[in-house]
């Protein structure tokens, strides 16, 4: 730990680890119950989770001491890895099907072992490093530069399909949001982003009112209650959750908790912290995340390396998309759409992949990497 201490910002890394180590103990009291229900050992979450802990852990300790600047040629090749796997998991024996409510199989992992791999969740980092070294290089006014995107375009929309195709519309949206605060970043005019923003509503639709899942969570999101004994369940009982948890929670231990989230350990786990911990608990966490969200965005903004400045503001728009899609999906803001909690969401895939990015974060983010 002192290997990493010496010249990273203390702030950051304090906030880190506090969010992973809160995050696995309200993911242990969300899933005991679910956990002894279904295999008669309350700590089988907990332990799964907490090996995947440690590996983030110390995967988080090798990145952040590993020069940034090294990732900058390394995108087209890791995005060509990323593709291999995003295929891997539509072939049978490697990719694993999981079916739905709605009579649609979801392939979205690989099994190795016990474990599985979840693909689309790396993939994120491979198009942040990417698309950050081409961006920082770019002009919007210069018309060869658009030219020269026209390759990478076409490597990023293909793993974009593949990840749609899964489906995993949740994580295509987040990587849709981080190009966009790329392309503004670079000096594209907010007018005309919107211009072409509005260009592909069209297109948002048709994915949406073509394709009878989402479609049918739209109907659920409009009218949760009409579904409230199927495909509305976890909906609703997100709201009881937090009617239930009231203004200071409940007594965790007295067994009134969690009496109406199934599986509340992954993406609903916000729900349960609500009904542990109350409003005020809420509000605690959320000022966490923003002091989080707030303390990397002004290391960030003083990074010299241009590489360095759009990979470190990638990675902040990722991470507060994924926290902000997840609040709002919980709250009914939005309709569901699988997004994970970082650091709180049950799953190997989702927790490393957020140490990475934090691991990448903190090395930008080094003393001698900002302007005084």
Same mark, same amino acid.
């Given at each position: 730990?002192? !290997?990493?201490?010496?010249?990273?910002?203390?702030?950051?890394?304090?906030?880190?680890?506090?969010?992973?180590?809160?995050?696995? =103990? /309200?993911?242990?009291?969300? =899933?005991?119950?679910?956990?002894?229900?279904?295999?008669?050992? !309350?700590?089988?979450?907990?332990?799964?989770?907490?090996?995947?802990?440690?590996?983030?852990?110390?995967?988080?300790?090798?990145?952040?001491?590993?020069?940034?600047?090294?990732?900058? %040629?390394?995108?087209?090749?890791?995005?060509?890895?990323?593709?291999?796997?995003?295929?891997?998991? *539509?072939?049978? @024996?490697?990719?694993?099907?999981? @079916?739905?409510?709605?009579?649609? %199989?979801?392939?979205?992992?690989?099994? /190795?072992?016990?474990?599985?791999?979840?693909?689309?969740? *790396?993939?994120?980092?491979?198009?942040?490093?990417?698309?950050?070294?081409?961006?920082?290089?770019?002009?919007? &006014?210069?018309?060869? &530069?658009?030219?020269?995107?026209?390759?990478?375009?076409?490597?990023?929309?293909?793993? +974009?399909?593949?990840?749609?195709?899964?489906?995993?519309?949740?994580?295509?949206?987040?990587?849709? *949001?981080?190009?966009?605060?790329?392309?503004?970043?670079? @000096?594209?005019?907010?007018?005309?982003?919107?211009?072409?923003?509005?260009?592909?509503?069209?297109?948002?639709?048709?994915?949406?009112?073509?394709?009878?899942?989402?479609?049918?969570?739209?109907?659920?999101?409009? &009218?949760?209650?009409?579904?409230?004994?199927?495909? $509305?369940?976890?909906? /609703?009982?997100?709201?009881? !959750?937090?009617?239930?948890?009231?203004?200071? @929670?409940?007594?965790?231990?007295?067994?009134?908790?969690?009496?109406?989230?199934?599986?509340?350990?992954?993406?609903?786990? !916000?729900?349960? *912290?609500?009904?542990?911990?109350?409003?005020? $608990?809420?509000?605690?966490?959320?000022?966490?995340?923003?002091?989080?969200?707030?303390?990397?965005?002004?290391?960030?903004?003083?990074?010299? #390396?241009?590489?360095?400045?759009?990979?470190?503001?990638?990675?902040?728009? +990722?991470?507060?998309?994924?926290?902000?899609? #997840?609040?709002?999906?919980?709250?009914?803001?939005?309709?569901?759409?699988? /997004?994970?909690?970082?650091?709180?969401?049950?799953?190997? =895939?989702?927790?490393?992949?957020?140490?990475?990015?934090?691991?990448?974060?903190? #090395?930008?983010?080094?003393?001698? %990497?900002?302007?005084?």
């Amino acid at each position: 730990m002192n !290997a990493i201490r010496k010249n990273y910002d203390t702030i950051l890394l304090i906030l880190i680890y506090t969010l992973a180590f809160i995050g696995i =103990s /309200v993911m242990f009291t969300a =899933s005991f119950h679910s956990s002894e229900r279904e295999y008669g050992d !309350a700590y089988y979450f907990l332990k799964r989770q907490f090996l995947w802990l440690i590996i983030g852990i110390l995967v988080f300790v090798l990145v952040a001491q590993i020069d940034f600047r090294l990732w900058e %040629n390394l995108g087209l090749f890791l995005c060509l890895v990323s593709i291999v796997f995003l295929i891997l998991v *539509f072939v049978p @024996g490697l990719g694993k099907s999981v @079916g739905t409510y709605y009579g649609r %199989n979801f392939n979205r992992w690989i099994g /190795v072992g016990p474990f599985q791999i979840q693909p689309s969740e *790396f993939s994120k980092i491979t198009i942040l490093i990417y698309l950050s070294s081409l961006f920082y290089k770019f002009s919007p &006014d210069n018309g060869s &530069d658009w030219k020269r995107l026209l390759y990478p375009s076409l490597i990023v929309v293909s793993m +974009l399909l593949l990840i749609v195709l899964e489906p995993s519309f949740g994580t295509t949206m987040e990587i849709v *949001f981080v190009i966009i605060a790329m392309i503004f970043l670079s @000096g594209f005019s907010f007018k005309r982003l919107a211009a072409v923003g509005i260009s592909i509503l069209p297109l948002v639709y048709l994915l949406i009112e073509k394709v009878g899942y989402r479609r049918k969570r739209i109907e659920i999101w409009l &009218d949760p209650y009409s579904y409230r004994f199927d495909e $509305g369940h976890q909906l /609703v009982s997100s709201y009881q !959750a937090f009617q239930s948890g009231s203004w200071l @929670g409940n007594d965790i231990g007295s067994g009134y908790s969690h009496r109406y989230l199934p599986y509340a350990h992954t993406d609903f786990i !916000a729900s349960t *912290f609500v009904e542990d911990y109350g409003l005020i $608990g809420f509000v605690i966490f959320t000022f966490a995340i923003l002091f989080f969200i707030i303390r990397s965005f002004q290391l960030v903004e003083r990074v010299e #390396n241009g590489f360095g400045f759009f990979l470190g503001a990638g990675i902040i728009v +990722l991470l507060s998309i994924q926290f902000l899609m #997840n609040l709002f999906v919980v709250t009914g803001l939005i309709p569901i759409t699988g /997004v994970s909690l970082p650091f709180f969401s049950y799953g190997g =895939s989702s927790l490393i992949t957020v140490f990475i990015l934090c691991g990448i974060l903190v #090395n930008i983010t080094r003393k001698e %990497n900002l302007e005084e």
